[in-house]
């Protein structure tokens, strides 16, 4: 007769996605980092929830890795754009400088 063997004994480990920011190319969960995206129209938006249609890159919450996105044309090339309207250009650094104020503190991190 021929043994059965189990793999494993008990439930398997949820999977955590991770996701690497575009500018310091650190590697953390996908909620640790934040999500920009580009709609059908080419524009760029922040996607909170992670969810939205459109091609996507991840930033960390640091606004140094914003800028450096935004001053070397990193955005552009991951999110496959020629050009950045100056208008998204100007809300994602806004929203670059509100993560000073905010400093939100991530799981795992110690504040």
């Known amino acids: 007769?021929?043994?059965?063997?189990?793999k494993g004994s008990g439930p398997r480990p949820k999977h955590i996605p991770?996701?690497?920011c575009i500018a310091c190319r650190r590697t953390d969960t996908k909620r640790g980092l934040i999500r920009v995206v580009r709609d059908a129209e080419g524009r760029l938006t922040v996607d909170p929830t992670g969810r939205q249609n459109g091609r996507g890159a991840y930033l960390c919450h640091n606004p140094a890795c914003w800028?450096?996105?935004l001053k070397r044309?990193?955005?552009e090339r991951a999110l496959r754009i020629t050009t950045m309207h100056p208008e998204d250009r100007?809300?994602?650094a806004d929203y670059a400088?509100?993560?000073l104020s905010d400093d939100p503190v991530?799981?795992?991190q110690v504040s």
């Open 106 to 108: 991530r799981p795992g």
């Open 90 to 92: 100007v809300a994602l």
């Open 67 to 69: 800028d450096a996105a």
């Open 1 to 6: 007769m021929a043994e059965t063997s189990q």
């Open 73 to 75: 044309r990193a955005l």
């Open 18 to 20: 991770q996701r690497t």
């Open 97 to 99: 400088q509100g993560l």
